[in-house]
Each structure stands twice: as structure tokens, then as C-alpha cells.
């Protein structure tokens, strides 16, 4: 009864290890119209304050878990989240947001 009970506790060590490994994940994030890469891109995981910001070619890398979703924000684009699963290397492509460039308010002060 004993070493069953160790058996057990074992096995659910090892399950709750293998389920919490990170992985490093790599990607571009692009404009969908253009296909131009974006960058200083917000790349977070959520509910957490773990991230990265994407460089000047719209490449980020980061350590994820596979249980992990991945949350895309920039200013005049529309946000993004994508559930991680297997995948290691990632292109994600960001939609322009219409609503948040339709008006632009100018405010001018002269002497």
C-alpha cells in the first residue's frame, strides 16, 4: 500500500513537470493588407506579465508553454490572441483597425 501510494505521488510530479515545460517560440508579425512586417509589436502571454516587443523585421521570441495564449496589440491594429498548441514558430498577421483611424482630432494653439 505503501509504495503504491509513492507510485502515485510520483507519477503526479512527473505529469504536472512535463505539463508546465517551456519552450522557446519564435515568429513575425505582419500587416495582413501589406505583408509588411510590424514593428515594436506587444507580444504578451496572457495573464501573466511575461512578453516580448517584435525588432525592426517584426521578429519576437519568447518562452511559452503549450497551454499558453498569446496576446497581439499594437496601436491601429486590431488586437489579437492565439492559442499556442504545438507550434514553435509563428507568423501572425495583424488586421488594420478602421474604427480607430476613422477620426483624428488636431488641436492647434497660436500666438
Do not use: C, H
Amino acid at each position: 500500500m505503501r509504495v503504491k501510494n509513492y507510485l502515485l505521488i510520483g507519477l503526479m510530479l512527473v505529469a504536472t513537470w512535463a505539463s508546465a515545460q517551456t519552450r522557446s517560440v519564435t515568429g513575425k508579425v505582419l500587416d495582413a493588407e501589406t505583408s509588411e512586417p510590424l514593428p515594436a509589436v506587444s507580444i504578451r502571454i496572457k495573464n501573466t506579465s511575461a512578453g516580448d516587443i517584435s525588432d525592426a523585421d517584426g521578429s519576437f521570441m519568447l518562452n511559452a508553454s503549450p497551454t499558453d495564449t498569446l496576446v497581439f496589440s499594437f496601436v491601429g491594429y486590431v488586437t489579437k490572441e492565439y492559442v499556442l498548441g504545438s507550434r514553435t514558430d509563428l507568423q501572425v498577421f495583424l488586421e488594420p483597425d478602421v474604427a480607430v483611424l476613422d477620426e483624428v482630432v488636431v488641436v492647434g494653439y497660436g500666438v
